[in-house]
């Protein structure tokens, strides 16, 4: 069982940056691929970024590479995504997920945290 919790969230004008954070409970973080996702009103849940277990391979979207980078540190059981040159376009509740050990879906989700970029 993997518990997780968002923090970072808020308000920031166009070209600002903010950085998420994502705490979880449990030994076993470190086995676990995460995700950063993101969701507006009306449209499904986009994952943004991911990153695999040893950090050795990571993945982001089109509309966010080479502007977020995500991050972990298995010692302090946290997930990062670090958000520069934000666009409106990026405002959206955003969700860090556990995906499963022997499974591609994504089984463990945070609260989420409002992210909200000024124009």
């Known amino acids: 069982q993997v518990q997780l919790v968002e923090s970072g969230g808020g308000l920031v004008q166009a070209g600002g940056s903010l950085r998420l954070s994502c705490a979880a409970s449990g030994r076993t973080f470190s086995r676990y691929a995460m995700g950063w996702f993101r969701q507006t009103p009306g449209k499904g849940r986009e994952l943004v970024a991911r990153?695999?277990?040893?950090?050795?391979?990571?993945y982001y979207s089109d509309s966010v590479k080479g502007r977020f980078t995500i991050s972990r540190d298995n010692a302090m059981n946290t997930v990062y995504l670090q958000m520069n040159s934000l666009k409106p376009e990026d405002t959206a509740v955003y969700y860090c997920?556990?995906?499963?050990?022997?499974?591609?879906?994504?089984?463990?989700w945070g609260q989420g945290t409002q992210v909200t970029v000024s124009s």
């Open positions: 997920a556990a995906r499963g050990l022997n499974s591609d879906d994504y089984v463990y």
């Open positions: 990153i695999n277990w040893s950090s050795g391979s990571s």
